[in-house]
C-alpha cells in the first residue's frame, strides 16, 4: 500500500489500527484503572448513604438520648445499732448472710435487764400496797370524824346544862370553864380528823386502785424494765443481706453502737449523674435503659426516671466550692437522677451497691415534669419488726397490782 493510500484511510480504521498496536500489559492497566474508579465511586456513595442515614438516624432518634457512664447502683444500708448497753453473748448471722425481717441477730446478756425487771416488779407492788392503805385510811379517817362529831356533841350538851346551872349559881365557875374548854377541844379534834380525812383523800380521790398515778408510774417502770429485757434480743428491721459486721461475741456495747447493715436487694436505683448540659430536656418518667459492668451488654435493664436531685454534688459538699472567690474556674457541674429499676429483672439479676453502669436516658417523651408534683400517701418504707406486742407486760402489771391489793378488777 502507498502513502498516498494510508493517507485515505477513514480515522476509524486509523483508530483500530492503533489500538491493535496496543500491548496487553497497557490494556491492563488501563482496566485496573476503570475498576479502582468504579469502587472510589461505589464507597464514596456507600458513605455518602450512610452519612445520611445516620443523620436521619440521629435526628429522629438519636438526639433524644442521653447518655452518661458516671451512674452507680444505690441502694438502702440499714444501720443495725444497739437500744440497750450490754456484753454481746451470740452473734447469729455474718456478712453475706441472707436475714429476714424479725430475725435475732444479736444476743445480749438479759441478766442484767432481768433484774431490772424485778425491781420494777417489787416498786409496783409496794405502791400498791401503799396506796390501798391510803384508800382504807380514807374509811377510817371517816371513822374517826363520826367519832369527834359525837365527843363533840357530848361535850356540848354537858355545856349547855352546865350553864343552866351556873346561871343559879348551883356549880363553880372553874367547872363551867373547864366544861368550855371540852367543848373546844372536842371541836379541834373534829377539824384535824376532817384535814386528816382530806389529806389523805387529796392523794386517792375517788380514782380505782389501779388508775392511781402512783400506781400508774410504777407500772410504767415494769413495761420500761420488760420492754429493754426484749429489746437484748435484737432483730432485723428488714429482709436482706448483713453486711460491714462489727459487732464480736464478749464486746461490750452502749446504746447507739452499730453492729451491722443490712442491705435489701430488691430495692435498688441507679444514681447517673448527668452534666448539666445534658438535662434540658429530662424528665421524670422518661425510660432508660441501663448496663452494668457487673454483667455486661448481655444484661439490659429497664427503668425509668423517677427524680432529679435538687443540688449538685459540689453545693452538697462537706466544703462547697466559694464561687465568688477570685480565682474561679467555671467547671460543667453534675446533677443526680434517680432512675427506678424493674423489680422483676432485679430479682433475676441482683445487683450491689457501688457497682458502675451506663445509662441511657430517652427524652423524647416531654409529657413529664422536671420536679415532683405530688405527695407521697404512705411512708416510702415502714417495718412492724421493731413493733413489741406490750400484752405479756400489761399482764405482769395486772397480776402484780391483783396480788397485792387484794381486788379482783
Known amino acids: 500500500m502507498s502513502i498516498s493510500e494510508k493517507e485515505s484511510l477513514p480515522s476509524s480504521e486509523k483508530t483500530l489500527s492503533s489500538s491493535e498496536k496496543q500491548s496487553p500489559s497497557e490494556v491492563e492497566k488501563e482496566t485496573k484503572k476503570q475498576q479502582r474508579r468504579l469502587i472510589m465511586t461505589s464507597l464514596t456513595l456507600f458513605f455518602l448513604l450512610l452519612?445520611?442515614?445516620?443523620?436521619?438516624?440521629?435526628?429522629?432518634?438519636?438526639?433524644?438520648?442521653?447518655?452518661?457512664?458516671?451512674?452507680?447502683?444505690?441502694?438502702?444500708?440499714?444501720?443495725?445499732?444497739?437500744?440497750?448497753?450490754?456484753?454481746?453473748?451470740?452473734?447469729?448471722?455474718?456478712?453475706?448472710?441472707?436475714?429476714?425481717?424479725?430475725?435475732?441477730?444479736?444476743?445480749?446478756?438479759?441478766?442484767?435487764?432481768?433484774?431490772?425487771?424485778?425491781?420494777?416488779?417489787?416498786?409496783?407492788?409496794?405502791?400498791?400496797?401503799?396506796?390501798?392503805?391510803?384508800?382504807?385510811?380514807?374509811?377510817?379517817?371517816?371513822?374517826?370524824?363520826?367519832?369527834?362529831?359525837?365527843?363533840?356533841?357530848?361535850?356540848?350538851?354537858?355545856?349547855?346544862?352546865?350553864?343552866?346551872?351556873?346561871?343559879?349559881?348551883?356549880i363553880g365557875k372553874e367547872e363551867l370553864q373547864h366544861m368550855r374548854e371540852a367543848v373546844s377541844a372536842a371541836q379541834a379534834e373534829l377539824d384535824v380528823a376532817i384535814a386528816q380525812y382530806q389529806s389523805n383523800q387529796a392523794i386517792i380521790l375517788d380514782t380505782p386502785l389501779e388508775k392511781q398515778p402512783a400506781i400508774e408510774k410504777a407500772a410504767s417502770g415494769v413495761r420500761d424494765a420488760w420492754l429493754a429485757l426484749q429489746r437484748t434480743h435484737i432483730v432485723s428491721p428488714v429482709d436482706g443481706y448483713v453486711a460491714r459486721r462489727s459487732v464480736q461475741v464478749g464486746s461490750r456495747i452502749n446504746s447507739g453502737t452499730p453492729l451491722m447493715a443490712i442491705v435489701p436487694a430488691n430495692n435498688m436505683w441507679i444514681e447517673a449523674?448527668?452534666?448539666?448540659?445534658?438535662?434540658?430536656?429530662?424528665?421524670?418518667?422518661?425510660?432508660?435503659?441501663?448496663?452494668?459492668?457487673?454483667?455486661?451488654?448481655?444484661?439490659?435493664?429497664?427503668?425509668?426516671?423517677?427524680?432529679?436531685?435538687?443540688g449538685t454534688g459540689s453545693a452538697f459538699s462537706l466544703l462547697p466550692a466559694q464561687n465568688a472567690s477570685g480565682n474561679w474556674i467555671k467547671v460543667v457541674q453534675r446533677l443526680p437522677v434517680r432512675i427506678e429499676l424493674d423489680p422483676e429483672q432485679l430479682k433475676q439479676h441482683p445487683l450491689r451497691i457501688g457497682l458502675s453502669t451506663k445509662v441511657t436516658v430517652d427524652t423524647a417523651n416531654s409529657n413529664g415534669t422536671v420536679v415532683a408534683a405530688s405527695e407521697?400517701?404512705?411512708?416510702?418504707?415502714?417495718?412492724?419488726?421493731?413493733?413489741?406486742?406490750?400484752?405479756?407486760?400489761?399482764?405482769?402489771?395486772?397480776?402484780?397490782?391483783?396480788?397485792?391489793?387484794?381486788?379482783?378488777?
Request: proline share 3%; aromatic share 8%; net charge neutral.
Open 376 to 409: 407521697r400517701t404512705l411512708p416510702a418504707y415502714h417495718t412492724n419488726a421493731l413493733t413489741i406486742d406490750m400484752a405479756p407486760a400489761n399482764k405482769i402489771v395486772t397480776d402484780v397490782i391483783n396480788s397485792n391489793s387484794g381486788n379482783k378488777f
Open 51 to 170: 452519612g445520611a442515614g445516620y443523620t436521619v438516624y440521629w435526628f429522629l432518634t438519636l438526639r433524644y438520648h442521653q447518655d452518661t457512664d458516671n451512674a452507680y447502683v444505690t441502694g438502702n444500708q440499714i444501720q443495725v445499732m444497739s437500744q440497750m448497753a450490754g456484753s454481746v453473748v451470740s452473734v447469729n448471722f455474718d456478712n453475706t448472710d441472707f436475714v429476714k425481717s424479725g430475725q435475732p441477730l444479736v444476743q445480749l446478756d438479759p441478766r442484767d435487764a432481768e433484774l431490772a425487771l424485778k425491781r420494777a416488779e417489787n416498786e409496783l407492788a409496794n405502791t400498791v400496797r401503799i396506796t390501798h392503805q391510803h384508800m382504807i385510811d380514807s374509811k377510817r379517817y371517816q371513822a374517826i370524824i363520826e367519832l369527834k362529831k359525837i365527843a363533840l356533841r357530848k361535850a356540848q350538851h354537858d355545856l349547855n346544862r352546865r350553864e343552866i346551872l351556873g346561871t343559879q349559881d348551883l
Open 273 to 310: 449523674n448527668f452534666k448539666e448540659t445534658q438535662l434540658a430536656n429530662m424528665q421524670i418518667g422518661q425510660p432508660a435503659k441501663i448496663i452494668s459492668d457487673f454483667y455486661g451488654a448481655d444484661v439490659v435493664y429497664t427503668g425509668k426516671v423517677t427524680g432529679i436531685d435538687m
